[in-house]
């Protein structure tokens, strides 16, 4: 079946939306963590305008997706409990979300249950038979939960709903959702990262700063000279660039050097541009001293603040969200000219990004599958994504769907608009059921190359080997 957009615009068959989507996991290589946004306090951070239909008679209560298009005034009463972040998240999202999804669901009520104990509880009541109906999920945990069980599948609704559809969000937060061709997830929110740099600094140092850097090499070549020691020459006054500060990390640099984290079903980690991009960490580490590297780290992190705030720093690869310090009653007020921009990459690769993020997900036994799912295409749609970014306090939030962006106009904001720009070629980390383990191994090898405890090479082999070894392990349970 065809379906059309709000647009009228024609939607890809069911099967060619899977083969688009397969398609660009290979393009883009998730999650996450994941980058999250400011809602659930973390300092971090949806789909169709819809009018949901909900029919609860008794004898279609467990039929899934089946009569999901039924009157939505009709019926015994169900209850579903929604399990979600506490304090500021709980209260707005209550009042500008699910008072209105009531509204045009008068035969179901919401039931808020605050998150207590993390997804170990969430785990918990899975296994006990006892879940809530619907729940925030970080994108990247996804497929890994999909991939042991914990997750009802969304594709027996998505096949016969014309009110979701891929093309209503960005690709790479859809495809983190999906896991072997099943949809388990609707994105919720998202963010990415790019490079924001210091223009007082950069003229200081008698560079242009209105060019930043396009290139891994302009960085390293703009970064040495902005780089300054202290008088006794024991530390550092300011530093031009630190390849681990902030959201500089393997994972980031390794999409800036062009790495491949997948091909088809297997995990690369040891990649041949991930390892040049490791590689290039600890060149920075050995160039810069990483004990006075460390000791200017210690400094800024008493400050309190984002060290690209302080004015010390040249360039710094962070995210959307960190623009939410410049707000009116906050203590960071920049005495310093600063931008954003792409962040550079290797000589012959296009400038990219990666993005992360929360989605609503079904868990595995949820008493009131049906409705549950009316809920999400709400809450996770056009109209209650829309809703909520909508709120007062929304920021400098992305979110996981063009059409409420645009209708938001965040793209009026000109630093915002860099990282909108970004989301069509976001990446995502590996949708896969090692991705926690996969997450971890990279940071353990980060550490240990650049405090000159392995090289590169070997030491990413290593992470091939060891989440190998665990999907094996998971496989043959």
Not at 399 to 427: C, G, Q, R, T, Y
Request: with cysteine; aromatic share 10%; proline share 5%.
């Amino acid at each position: 079946m065809e379906k059309r957009s709000r647009t009228g615009t024609l939607y890809l068959k069911k099967g060619m939306i899977k083969y688009f989507v397969a398609a660009l996991s290979l393009c883009l290589v998730l999650t996450g963590c994941g980058g999250s946004n400011g809602e659930n306090g973390t300092n971090k951070p949806g789909a169709n305008n819809i009018t949901s239909e909900g029919n609860t008679n008794k004898e279609n209560t467990d039929t899934g997706a089946k009569n999901s298009d039924t009157d939505k005034g009709s019926g015994e009463k169900v209850t579903l409990e929604l399990w979600g972040w506490s304090g500021k998240f709980q209260t707005d999202f209550t009042k500008l979300v699910i008072s209105e999804f009531e509204k045009e669901h008068p035969n179901i009520k919401v039931k808020y249950t605050v998150d207590q104990g993390g997804t170990d509880k969430l785990t918990t009541l899975i296994a006990g038979g006892t879940p809530p109906d619907v729940a925030i999920l970080d994108r990247f945990m996804v497929g890994q939960w999909a991939a042991k069980g914990s997750l009802e599948s969304l594709q027996q609704f998505v096949d016969i709903d014309d009110e979701v559809s891929a093309d209503d969000y960005y690709p790479g937060p859809w495809a983190e959702a999906n896991y072997k061709d099943q949809l388990y997830a609707l994105p919720m929110s998202t963010d990415n990262r790019a490079i924001y740099y210091n223009k007082t600094l950069m003229r200081e140092a008698g560079l242009d700063p209105e060019k930043p850097p396009l290139t891994i090499t302009e960085l390293d070549s703009m970064a040495e000279k902005i780089f300054k020691k202290t008088a006794n020459g024991s530390g550092y006054e300011q530093v031009g660039f630190i390849p681990w500060m902030n959201q500089t990390y393997l994972y980031t640099q390794s999409w800036n050097f062009g790495g491949e984290w997948m091909k088809g079903e297997e995990l690369t980690p040891n990649d041949p541009q991930i390892v040049k991009a490791l590689e290039w960490m600890v060149g920075y580490a050995k160039k810069y001293d990483m004990a006075k590297i460390n000791k200017f780290n210690d400094v800024m992190g008493k400050t309190g603040i984002n060290p690209f705030w302080t004015g010390k720093v040249g360039f710094v690869v962070d995210g959307n969200w960190i623009l939410n310090d410049l707000t009116s009653n906050a203590k960071v007020k920049p005495t310093f000219e600063w931008g954003v921009a792409p962040m550079p990459s290797a000589d012959g690769y296009p400038q990219t990004t990666w993005a992360g993020g929360h989605s609503w997900v079904m868990p595995k036994g949820a008493k009131h599958p049906k409705e549950a799912w009316e809920l999400m295409k709400f809450i996770g749609g056009y109209k209650g994504t829309l809703l909520w970014a909508k709120r007062a306090d929304a920021g400098n939030d992305i979110s996981a769907m063009p059409a409420v962006n645009d209708e938001m106009k965040i793209s009026d904001n000109p630093k915002l608009k860099v990282f909108v720009d970004l989301m069509p070629v976001a990446h995502y980390r590996p949708v896969t059921p090692v991705g926690q383990k996969l997450w971890d191994e990279t940071f353990r090898v980060q550490d240990l190359a650049l405090n000159g405890k392995g090289e590169p090479k070997k030491l990413l082999d290593e992470v091939k080997k060891n989440v190998d070894n665990e999907l094996k392990k998971l496989e043959s349970k």
